[in-house]
């Protein structure tokens, strides 16, 4: 453990140790929903140039710990700058999403990707984590991530957002060798890239897999979850003597979670489809588990909000290895007030699961 963190709950929990109490975290928690937020993003310009100036991603990353008790921060970044340094022309556009103004389609595209290297083509995030790790002096610990190659894939194949994905799983059924070159490809950029966030000061890194569910459970075993196992493969998992914790979050795969805990994760991020309760006892003492409040119910009343909170912490029940958060990201409507609600619902209710004796 770091001997200069104030706040390792999130470290302690992840790596199955005892904590005082829950520690809490939000996906998405720097974003829309805050105002304060939203006026940094006015003065960038656009998301993207947001994210490419470090000391505003910086100020932006560090807004939510301003306003709550939480027990990390996560850098303000997003899950497709790897394909935006290889060139394929990101746009993100309000309230429509992502766009790549050039898809790889074929194995002629596929094929002339270069893998970005961290410290030149994607500066701007390291730069942003180590002035992140500067400013926090150690409050409380500092998550760094990346999507998964099969969810970068989506993107960069299907050129913005899919409902259908029908150009991507066309890849995967006519021309699968083609797919895998892009998903290798994307799987060594990935670890490169996790490494160098590692190297330039986060404490966890965390995979986000938010289009796992769309594939049936054998497509997902061989063109996701084996890609994830490459990073962790290749990945630092220690650094300067501390353990970097690894979560990977794969968003609608069900039954599936079992073999995510098989890859040498320490712990998986579960949706809010999942029944948290007889997770743990299928998973044991195999990883630790984050989630899994459904985000719908920051809409409700706090006193609703707080009956939900306590739910999912008596599903868990008592014991180490549990990390509180949403089943997936924070809703840009949501009132920033109902997640004051969340995070101090967590530390006081939880309490009483991780008295010892």
């Not at 180490?320 to 009132?335: A, E, K, Q, S």
Request: aromatic letters at 8%; charged letters at 25%.
């Amino acid at each position: 453990m770091s001997i200069d963190l104030k706040n390792d709950r999130i470290i302690r929990a992840l790596l199955r140790q005892p904590v005082d109490t829950t520690p809490v975290w939000i996906m998405r928690q720097a974003g829309r929903y805050l105002p304060e937020y939203r006026r940094i993003r006015e003065k960038a310009g656009d998301f993207m140039a947001l994210c490419k100036t470090p000391e505003l991603a910086c100020e932006v990353t560090l807004q939510p710990l301003m306003r709550f008790d939480l027990d990390a921060a996560i850098l303000f970044s997003d899950i497709l700058t790897i394909p935006d340094a290889m060139g394929l022309g990101l746009s993100v556009i309000e309230k429509q999403g992502p766009r790549f103004s050039h898809p790889v389609r074929t194995s002629t595209a596929i094929n002339k990707l270069g893998v970005p290297d961290p410290e030149t083509d994607l500066r701007y995030v390291m730069d942003a984590v180590r002035l992140i790790r500067r400013e926090l002096d150690g409050r409380v610990p500092l998550i760094g991530f990346s999507g998964s190659p099969w969810t970068l894939a989506t993107y960069m194949v299907e050129g913005q957002s899919s409902k259908t994905y029908s150009i991507i799983k066309g890849l995967l059924y006519d021309e699968p060798n083609t797919l895998h070159k892009l998903l290798e490809t994307l799987a060594t950029s990935v670890a490169l890239y996790l490494n160098a966030q590692i190297s330039a000061g986060v404490q966890v890194v965390m995979l986000f897999d938010t289009w796992g569910g769309i594939l049936s459970p054998r497509a997902y075993r061989e063109f996701s979850l084996k890609y994830m196992k490459a990073i962790l493969e290749q990945l630092e998992r220690e650094f300067n003597g501390v353990r970097i914790p690894v979560i990977l979050f794969s968003k609608g795969i069900g039954a599936m979670v079992k073999e995510v805990a098989e890859t040498g994760c320490d712990a998986v991020g579960l949706d809010w489809m999942q029944d948290i309760s007889s997770l743990r006892k299928k998973l044991g003492d195999k990883v630790a588990i984050q989630g899994n409040l459904d985000p719908a119910v920051l809409y409700a009343t706090p006193d609703v909000i707080k009956a939900e909170v306590a739910q999912v912490l008596e599903d868990f029940g008592a014991g180490c290895g549990h990390v509180f958060n949403l089943g997936h990201g924070i809703n840009p409507d949501i009132r920033p007030e109902h997640v004051k609600v969340l995070v101090d619902t967590v530390h006081e209710q939880s309490m009483p699961y991780h008295k010892v004796g």
